[in-house]
């Protein structure tokens, strides 16, 4: 490289033609970003590929120069890749960097390449192309997080746990049924991401540095060449804005907030006490002094990586709250908090999806759990408004003393004697037991979306479609 160090003080090859000395050693430190923005190289690369191409189409350049730029890009790319590239903190970016290597590789020619740009629009190209890619990945992600939680919904469609409502017993559901609320949750992020796909869809590049340019660019040929499904339509806005940055920390936020729900009931019911499932060993941990432990340690990463997530969505609408339009260095500080909310989902989805394949369904404690609480009270509050013809209120009075009297007796309400039923409401007979049983509870729940089996297997089928 022309210049490897960062304590040189002579002033920037890019941009310092007015400057008669370079920066402080600590303005270099504060304003340089390419430690992190280095992320980005194959971005910046074919986005200036992109570029040279349309410039030389639309007879900006000579394409004897647009030969020589693309071929230079194709070996810096390589160098980079191979790591032979040296990245000088004293060219700033990762635009820079690319620049002034083209330059030491094709000489004269580099300098024409950032005809009709500037790194306003340049740095909004690269980053968006990069949060799209980050999308897709995601949306794979959440697809294969999806297929886990549809593969165990399928085996365990009848088995029957205990409902929680405040965390108390409620009413018994199936296990199948309680995994496909997480593919309806996982199921809304893939939509989300979608969605945002869709809208940051716009190539920003051509916007120049906030007003358009005079040269007679074609942007809707870089659009296409650079798979975007048209160019943004304001310049201004177009190096403004970081809306597609703040909407994948949203939508990873409201994913890392699904997981972290998951994640918690993960860690409650693997504990001895609920003993709903056996977490493998390949995702748990020992103790280094209790030798009897098994610790759900990615569970409550997962769980802890949505404090990172959220932090990072936070810390970017702070940065972007006050500033005037158009670019501000500010937005510099965009790309970290995206990069490190990344890793964390990916990590996060990636880990979970583990997690759930591997994961053994204690169905029989989770069965012994179902039928203890009165959870089948409301059946027959509903047995007495059916049968007796009570309204709903007073039937669920009634009720209401059964479960006391079987909390007196120590027992269940399908262990109260006939006799005991009948003291509370003369009408009750011995049919009533059948809608006793945690089976019949759930079989019995066929409302549209409830956790009857048939229900729950119906519900299946329609995310299988639309996988
Ligand atoms: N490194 C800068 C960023 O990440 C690139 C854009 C710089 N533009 C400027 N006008 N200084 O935002």
Request: hydrophobic share 40%; aromatic share 6%; with cysteine.
């Amino acid at each position: 490289m022309a210049d490897g160090t960062s304590d040189t003080r002579s002033s920037n090859q890019m941009w310092g033609g007015r400057f008669a000395s370079g920066p402080d050693a600590i303005m270099e430190e504060i304003n340089a970003s390419i430690g992190f923005d280095k992320k980005l190289y194959a971005q910046d690369i074919r986005g200036s590929k992109a570029h040279a191409t349309m410039l030389a189409h639309q007879g900006i350049i000579s394409a004897e120069d647009k030969d020589k730029i693309v071929h230079g890009l194709d070996t810096i790319l390589s160098e980079i890749e191979s790591g032979a590239f040296e990245f000088s903190r004293h060219l700033e970016d990762i635009h820079m960097n690319v620049e002034a290597r083209l330059a030491e590789l094709i000489g004269p020619a580099a300098g024409r390449l950032h005809t009709a740009r500037s790194r306003n629009d340049q740095v909004a190209l690269d980053f968006r192309l990069w949060v799209k890619e980050e999308l897709q990945k995601t949306e794979r992600l959440l697809t294969g997080l999806i297929g886990a939680f549809l593969d165990r919904a399928e085996e365990h469609a009848a088995a029957v746990m205990p409902g929680f409502t405040h965390l108390q017993t409620a009413q018994p559901v199936t296990f199948g049924h309680h995994c496909m609320a997480y593919v309806e949750m996982f199921g809304r992020d893939r939509s989300r991401v979608r969605d945002a796909i869709e809208r940051l869809d716009e190539s920003p590049i051509g916007a120049a540095a906030l007003a358009g340019t005079g040269y007679p660019i074609d942007r809707h040929m870089t659009a296409s060449a650079l798979g975007f499904r048209e160019p943004t339509r304001n310049s201004i806005d177009t190096v403004s804005d970081r809306d597609f940055a703040l909407e994948f920390l949203s939508v990873a936020a409201i994913a890392a907030t699904h997981l972290s729900r998951l994640a918690e009931e993960i860690v409650i019911w693997s504990t001895p006490q609920f003993g709903f499932i056996r977490l493998s060993d390949s995702f748990s941990t020992g103790s280094s002094i209790m030798p009897q432990k098994k610790n759900p340690d990615a569970a409550e990463l997962v769980r802890a990586k949505t404090g990172r997530i959220n932090g990072s969505l936070v810390a970017l609408l702070t940065v972007m709250k006050g500033l005037p339009l158009a670019y501000s260095k500010d937005m510099q500080e965009d790309k970290e908090q995206v990069f490190d909310a990344a890793e964390s989902l990916e990590l996060a989805i990636a880990a979970m999806t583990g997690m759930v394949r591997d994961l053994t369904v204690r169905t029989d404690r989770m069965k012994a759990a179902a039928g203890s609480g009165y959870s089948t009270a409301t059946d027959l509050a509903d047995w007495l408004v059916r049968e007796a013809g009570l309204p709903f209120r007073d039937a669920h009075h009634a009720t209401g003393r059964a479960v006391a009297m079987a909390e007196a007796k120590s027992c269940e309400l399908a262990e109260l004697s006939l006799e005991d039923l009948r003291s509370i409401h003369a009408s009750i007979s011995a049919r009533v037991y059948d809608v006793l049983t945690v089976e019949a509870s759930v079989a019995s729940r066929t409302s549209f979306g409830g956790t009857a089996p048939s229900g729950v297997r119906q519900q299946i089928a329609w995310w299988r479609e639309r996988l």
